[in-house]
């Protein structure tokens, strides 16, 4: 067993006067990690250096025990799913795969029902045939998701891969995602919105402005993020008796009225939403219309963890 899977030994990537990595050192176990972090955070640059596709700027980094930078041989027990789309979009999705399939030194035949067995297993037997430039997002996401899974790697290296997909297809994903990590694979795999994150694996490296700000497992990330004072928009039919109701708690820090609506600082949100679940479920203060949190957006949270 590898004592870690991904070691970065202060690991940086710039480019130019930009910094995409700053002094990372972090162990990623084997078995399935998250890792969370908002738009350009430095996610798809630590996969881009675990890949081999960057060389850093500086330390080093090893992957399944090895050094990745110019090390070809290691690229075929690792599979990659990008963030971007890099299609031939007139080929279709089976000839695509096959082809990228054929790079690992296998047979035409070989290549071909290696490709069909990922894309059965992605659920696109049914578009194996059709052209890539007729797919909806959706399926392009499925498609890469097959060609980084099709020669049978140990390690999968999966860059937002939930992006545009549906609902349905989201959850078929997710399943898909947990059904590798239980048959023996271990996947890197990012996003930025955390219950994503939550329902595939407990172990998450937290991740912003290049630097990795905490690691380990969700609920003490949770309990990091539910430090941070959140913010909750409540649109009701009686703010001001809601007000009123809040006010009398001490994890309550601040609130201020708007149109229709009463916006409520908390530092404690789990107890706040579940005392709010049952007063709107006693209705004792009329009809409480819709919760929204722009914190449940994980830019404030980072913004909150970086200055304290």
């Known amino acids: 067993m590898i004592a870690g899977l991904v070691v970065a030994d202060h690991l940086s990537k710039w480019y130019g006067q930009v910094i995409g990595l700053n002094d990372v050192s972090v162990t990623v176990p084997p078995g399935i990690t998250g890792l969370l972090g908002p738009n350009g955070a430095g996610k798809s640059t630590f996969m881009k250096l675990i890949t081999g596709q960057l060389r850093p700027s500086q330390g080093r ?14 690229y075929q027990r690792i599979g990659f799913c990008p963030e971007q789309d890099a299609f031939y ?19 035409e035949t070989e290549a071909a029902a290696m490709a069909a067995r990922a894309i059965a297993e992605v659920e696109l037997t049914e578009a194996a045939n059709k052209k890539i ?44 995602i947990k059904d590798w990590g ?19 694996t ?20 949770r309990d990091l993020i539910d430090e941070h ?17 809040f006010l009398g708690h001490d994890d309550v820090l601040s609130l201020k009225f708007e149109e229709g609506a009463v916006v409520v600082q908390t530092g404690k949100p789990d107890a706040f939403y579940a005392r709010l679940t ?15 949190s722009p914190d449940d957006n994980l830019q404030a949270v980072f913004q909150y963890l970086v200055k304290s």
Do not use: F
Request: glycine residues 8%; hydrophobic residues 45%.
């Open 61 to 74: 980094i090893t992957v399944l025990g090895e050094p990745i930078w110019a090390n070809p041989a290691l």
């Open 89 to 107: 979009e007139r080929m279709t999705g089976l000839e695509w795969v096959t082809a990228l399939v054929r790079l690992n030194g296998v047979t």
């Open 133 to 176: 430039g007729a797919y909806s997002k959706g399926m392009r996401q499925r498609i890469k998701m097959a060609q980084a899974i099709a020669h049978d790697p140990e390690l999968l290296i999966l860059d937002e891969p939930l992006s545009g997909m549906d609902p349905i297809a989201r959850r078929k994903a997710i399943r898909m």
């Open 182 to 200: 239980r048959a023996g694979k271990s996947v890197i795999v990012s996003s930025h919105i955390l219950h994503e994150i939550e329902s595939m």
């Open 202 to 221: 407990a172990n998450i490296l937290l991740i912003n402005q290049g630097r990795i700000l905490a690691e380990g497992n969700v609920h003490q990330i």
């Open 229 to 245: 004072p959140h913010t909750v928009h409540i649109r009701a039919e009686h703010t001001r008796a809601l007000a009123r109701e």
């Open 278 to 292: 049952d007063l709107a479920a006693s209705g004792a203060h009329g009809a409480i219309h819709e919760v929204t």
